[in-house]
């Protein structure tokens, strides 16, 4: 099958915690293609206007703020690490994974003004295509042309699991109760907002991941891509 440039881009969204940046980072891998973390895109403004003190209702003062950001996405070296983040000069790689910040960006990302300016950044990333995209509306509004669309699912409490091994990981002190009420609090947030909510695109392969292993999500992933190619 011929597919444009424009059309090698495949689409990873869902919920967070669902294991779509390990299970994104695998694929990108397998398939030589770029990984475009979106949601790193949305914690570093979510990070500016916050250190900025701006007022989130204030949307002259979000674009303001917006217009003079400098925002540098450095691929990770190695496969099982994130994205790296350079805003304005500063690496905020680390400041911009906890908990904390995805609250943030969950609310920063409900701006029309901070979703048209990403999206736009997104849309110039993958216009040569070789992409794989990870976020909540890449395959429903950033690139809706894209070839290979998946939608990751799992119930809370296994993402929430999953979530605290990573911070456990990372040497972090974990409160279970709290860190699932946020992660339902975000899933609430990031499906009922009125601009390119969390959803399914029509034609987008949904895959549970709570019975699979992330190497078995990878697999079955690559497998429909190869059917596509
Ligand atoms: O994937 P993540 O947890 O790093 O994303 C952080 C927040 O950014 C998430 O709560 C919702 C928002 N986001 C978004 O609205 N659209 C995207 N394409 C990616 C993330």
Redesign the pocket.
Known sequence: MYLKASQQIVTI?GP??VG??TISRKVASALSFIYL???????AV?LKLKQAGIDLQDDTAVRNCLASMSLELIPATDESEDVGVVLDGRDVSLEIRSPEM??V??A???LPVV?EK?TQM?QEIGSKGRIVA?????GTI?FPQAAWKFYLDAAPEVRMQRRAEQLRGQGKQVNEKELLDMIIK?DY??QT?SI?P?CKAEDARVIDTGALSIEEVAETMLKAIELVK
């Not at 990870?134 to 890449?138: A, V």
């Open positions: 969204d967070s915690g779509k940046s973390d979106t949601g790193a895109m949305y914690r979510g995805a609250m960006a969950s920063a990302s409900a979703r990403l997104q990870e976020g909540r509306d890449t950033v975000r947030d990031d907002r390119a969390l």
